[in-house]
């Protein structure tokens, strides 16, 4: 479906935030079990939805277009084939600004993210509409672990890509993205189309200076959860990511650090005053 279709008007939210309108964008792909609890939980947080079907299979499609039948305040965007996380998250921002939202809180459909943990999301993006505020997950004994240990490896790499421990964690797919920041952002310097997105706008809207803020977030991983990870195809567009965005830190490695000296400075600064 065209994203220009879109019907349902932005509204703000809370009535401190007038100038504020954010609605949740849940990219999916084959995950009808989940993506029905995980809706319903949002609309209960007064949230407009935009359901991105990432070229799922008939039974996904069905559940999706169900849930959109239902309820005016759910919109669906048909991508024709599976193109990626990415590619559904970027659709579905695209489309969020296109209506006139101001922010798009990105939240998986699978049901692993805690829906409870957003209204600080949303909270904090108020506090400081032109910040990415993103998920810290906090994990339960759930989490597999070699994917535990897997996060690391991503972690040491980004915190190289950044010459800092700024973004402590870059995989949590629960974030609230400022449009007007961020959408131009991602034409100028597109990211990953699949599951290296999460991590490489991440990266590349920290050397573009975009405050970030972390929120604490519960995490659990479903027993029989279904997972689109490709072991194979997804670490190397991983590793490829990383190799290109190291090049990329390497070019901006002196305006990174006369920026880092600035900022230190300024602390000291304040502190001495």
Same mark, same amino acid.
């Given at each position: 479906?065209?994203?220009?279709?879109?019907?349902?008007?932005?509204?703000?939210?809370?009535?401190?935030?007038?100038?504020?309108?954010?609605?949740?964008?849940?990219?999916?792909?084959?995950?009808?079990?989940?993506?029905?609890?995980?809706?319903?939980?949002?609309?209960?947080?007064?949230?407009?939805?935009?359901?991105?079907?990432?070229?799922?299979?008939?039974?996904?499609?069905?559940?999706?277009?169900?849930?959109?039948?239902?309820?005016?305040?759910?919109?669906?965007?048909?991508?024709?084939?599976?193109?990626?996380?990415?590619?559904?998250?970027?659709?579905?921002?695209?489309?969020?600004?296109?209506?006139?939202?101001?922010? +798009?809180?990105?939240? $998986?459909?699978? /049901?692993?993210?805690?829906?409870? *943990? %957003?209204?600080? #999301?949303?909270?904090?993006?108020? !506090?400081?509409?032109?910040?990415?505020?993103?998920?810290?997950?906090?994990?339960?004994?759930?989490?597999?672990?070699?994917?535990?240990?897997?996060?690391?490896?991503?972690?040491?790499?980004?915190?190289?890509?950044?010459?800092?421990?700024?973004?402590?964690?870059?995989?949590?797919?629960?974030?609230?993205?400022?449009?007007?920041?961020?959408?131009? +952002?991602?034409?100028? $310097?597109?990211? /990953?189309?699949?599951?290296?997105? *999460? %991590?490489?706008? #991440?990266?590349?809207?920290?050397? !573009?200076?975009?405050?970030?803020?972390?929120?604490?977030?519960?995490?659990?991983?479903?027993?029989?959860?279904?997972?689109?990870?490709?072991?194979?195809?997804?670490?190397?567009?991983?590793?490829?990511?990383?190799?290109?965005?190291?090049?990329?830190?390497?070019?901006?490695?002196?305006?990174?650090?006369?920026?880092?000296?600035?900022?230190?400075?300024?602390?000291?600064?304040?502190?001495?005053?």
């Amino acid at each position: 479906m065209n994203p220009r279709a879109l019907s349902f008007r932005p509204v703000a939210l809370f009535a401190v935030a007038a100038m504020t309108s954010v609605c949740a964008v849940v990219p999916v792909y084959d995950h009808e079990l989940a993506v029905g609890p995980t809706t319903a939980s949002l609309r209960q947080w007064g949230l407009n939805v935009i359901l991105v079907d990432d070229g799922s299979g008939p039974a996904c499609a069905e559940e999706l277009r169900r849930i959109a039948a239902a309820d005016s305040s759910v919109h669906l965007i048909r991508l024709a084939e599976n193109q990626g996380k990415g590619a559904a998250v970027m659709a579905g921002l695209q489309a969020a600004a296109q209506v006139g939202f101001t922010h +798009a809180l990105q939240i $998986d459909a699978d /049901g692993q993210h805690d829906c409870g *943990d %957003v209204p600080k #999301l949303l909270a904090a993006a108020i !506090a400081e509409p032109r910040a990415l505020i993103c998920g810290r997950p906090l994990f339960d004994a759930s989490i597999p672990r070699h994917r535990l240990y897997l996060r690391y490896l991503t972690h040491v790499m980004v915190w190289l890509n950044t010459l800092s421990f700024d973004i402590p964690d870059s995989m949590c797919g629960l974030r609230v993205y400022p449009l007007s920041v961020v959408l131009p +952002a991602i034409v100028a $310097d597109p990211p /990953g189309k699949r599951m290296d997105f *999460d %991590v490489e706008v #991440l990266v590349r809207l920290h050397w !573009a200076g975009v405050p970030m803020r972390w929120m604490p977030t519960r995490v659990r991983y479903a027993v029989n959860g279904v997972s689109h990870f490709r072991l194979v195809r997804d670490n190397w567009l991983i590793t490829v990511m990383h190799t290109k965005l190291f090049f990329g830190m390497l070019r901006r490695a002196p305006l990174m650090i006369v920026r880092r000296l600035r900022a230190a400075r300024s602390t000291t600064s304040r502190v001495a005053t």
